[in-house]
């Protein structure tokens, strides 16, 4: 079956089609889409996706907390299916590809499978998870969570968004509130997900394809300095306590922080509050963030103690206040080598360059790693964008993907 | 006329009567004033100045900006009046002091005098002067700009608020559109305004009198860095453009720089605007302000240099652009030495601690300065509050530097 190589036409139509729901215009004439989690575009999506398992005679679950799965049985009913996967809820100001192409590469394989009159032992399973991003409901990869048991259905159903609107009865009212029980019952012998890389590697290393280790460990901590608000023009500077200062010094050191500790440490702050931010008055709060992410855990943690002693230090120095609240922190999550390696091994055997990499953003894989074997494979992301109308792949890149995605799940389906 | 006082009891009487104009609350039972300049609120606190004016037996001209100017004459109707005043209008969350206590203690000299039965030689003035605080319209001191010619009557009364409202019609809607010319044909003998110091220096020095030296030099600048927009997890360190971090080294730096022009040197970020303004996003954008003061012109020249220079660095460093917008520029202004030392010595014999001190906010005396000798007395600010309703001043630092206006007048009526 090494012979069998997807169709990239049919692939990229139902990407087209898909991505017309919520269809959104970039700026330079590129488009994405907005499907934010349980809305009535999300809704249209879910149809969608929905209507073309059925027309590949996949059976259709929907689960307690709206993750859907599209069943295509193999050869023999007692052994558990291979799962692809992932999402297509979006961003507020997503893209075609993040989330979706998994999902749509997923039935691809399928219909390449069935056109070609293949049987294989193993069932093939094709998922998309409730509110992976996290744009509407937190925490973001809610469905795959609550789906692997991490999280309880009906805490996750009392989520509320910014609105007050309930999870629960906005899943209710899109029609998607399942009956399928919720931690699953059986899980799957294994689960690849196909995805954008959502970064630069790939392109900047001009590589095809990212045979993914694991999921950064990720630490989010919100920083508030408190000092003292006062006039910019009649305050001294040995009068002042001034909070912005001491989070500028704190900023540029996470810069030093992340290329002493090096590897995969990676250090941001990408949202700063300032009040009362005026020109001529020196600030009485900053608050910021700090997204530190490691795939080791050893070394996040050196991270972070490095950052919040330094802060610690330099507000004491200045007479401020500073306290931490942690926004979100998971540890890394490692994939099995064996996993790892038949990524790699295929994507070589079809000929594509390949490296190992971690993934830097959060998956439904990462929850699937939980419960089953599980890898992911990674295309590269045109100028590393994502989360943005402009993202793309190149569809050769696409289509390589698909093609090892397809060798994976054959092999999977054969053991 | 040396034993000539002022009654601390009227003055504070015509502060919280004035007050109660606007009167808004602060958090902790404090309360201030909220009277945006030609707003209805300012136009019922100039009646009642002006009626105060006008009990006091004083003339009151208005002119083409909306400057009120009561005059009480003296015994040689040739010489040219001593002026005493500020302003009353207020910023949102104004005090009570700021601005008005130089108006109102210009009326209770006047009523001083008049109580006495004393005749000067000099008549006597009180002014306050339009849009001090440039709250609704820009620029700030606006009205005594006008009034000494540094700002054409037409051009200010077509400036407009956020709201597009125009100057000249808000100022005809409140009454104030008065006819006397602008910029005024005769300019008093001299210029003396009493404010609250703003800050914290005569506090910190447990001072009574700051015989001000002149106005700080004013340099605000809009940098703003651009960068490329990625994602937090998946972007190595090296393949970033984070304008984030540039922005803080140049925060930080600004620190150093204060610190090592010494001086009078100040330096504030204040205001800070990050684009898009998420945790897991390495910005595209961040905007900040940078405001730098001195007294002298060539060290305030020098810091903007430094600064200059060392954000352009390390936003090439970053491969960040970076564009510098200038928001406001004032040279220092330097206030007869005759002026601060009459201010000085007249303080002392009163009995009061003194130092010379510069003013680090502008104020309408600054525009005075240009046309007539000046000088300013300052009174210290509890905890250096200011454009805040915990804005205040003990009442016998209020007595103290009423005094000493009252003792500077005299002098100059006499000469």
């Given at each position: 079956m090494e012979h069998l190589r997807i169709s990239i036409d049919r692939l990229l139509e139902r990407i087209n089609s898909l991505g017309e729901i919520g269809r959104i215009a970039g700026s330079k004439g590129e488009w994405g889409s907005a499907r934010l989690a349980l809305t009535e575009d999300d809704r249209l999506g879910r149809d969608l996706v929905v209507s073309w398992m059925r027309d590949l005679g996949m059976t259709v679950s929907v689960d307690g907390i709206g993750n859907a799965i599209g069943t295509w049985p193999g050869s023999d009913p007692t052994l558990r299916p291979v799962m692809m996967g992932s999402h297509i809820d979006t961003v507020r100001t997503g893209g075609r590809f993040d989330g979706n192409l998994g999902v749509l590469a997923g039935l691809e394989i399928v219909e390449t499978v069935q056109r070609a009159g293949v049987k294989l032992q193993r069932g093939l399973q094709v998922a998309f998870f409730t509110?992976?991003?996290?744009?509407?409901?937190?925490?973001?990869m809610l469905g795959s969570l609550v789906y692997v048991g991490g999280l309880g259905l009906e805490e996750a159903l009392d989520v509320r968004d910014s609105d007050g609107a309930r999870l629960g009865d906005e899943l209710a009212a899109i029609g998607?509130?399942?009956?399928?029980p919720c931690p699953a019952v059986v899980f799957p012998h294994a689960f690849v997900e196909l995805h954008i890389e959502q970064g630069p590697v790939l392109e900047d290393e001009r590589l095809t394809i990212g045979a993914v280790t694991g999921v950064q460990g990720i630490s989010w901590t919100e920083v508030t300095i408190t000092g003292q608000s006062a006039h910019a023009g009649t305050t001294p500077m040995r009068l002042r306590r001034d909070p912005m200062v001491v989070a500028s010094q704190v900023i540029a050191e996470s810069r030093a922080v992340a290329r002493r500790l090096g590897g995969t440490q990676v250090a941001t702050t990408g949202r700063m509050d300032v009040y009362p931010n005026l020109v001529n008055v020196v600030p009485a709060r900053v608050t910021f963030t700090l997204d530190l992410r490691n795939t080791e855990e050893e070394r996040l943690q050196q991270a972070e103690q490095a950052m919040f002693s330094f802060a610690r230090r330099m507000a004491a120095e200045e007479g401020c206040d500073i306290t931490f609240k942690s926004l979100a922190r998971f540890e890394p999550v490692q994939f099995e080598e064996r996993m790892i390696s038949m990524v790699e091994r295929l994507a070589v055997e079809l000929g594509h360059s390949v490296r190992r990499m971690p993934s830097g953003a959060g998956h439904d894989a990462q929850m699937l790693a939980r419960v089953c074997p599980t890898s992911m494979i990674f295309v590269p992301s045109i100028n590393g964008l994502?989360?943005?109308?402009?993202e793309d792949t190149a569809p050769a890149d696409l289509e390589a993907g698909a093609n090892v995605l397809l060798q994976v799940v054959l092999q999977l389906a054969d053991e």
């Open positions: 509110d992976e991003e996290g744009a509407r409901f937190a925490p973001d998607y509130a399942g009956s399928m994502s989360h943005n109308p402009a």
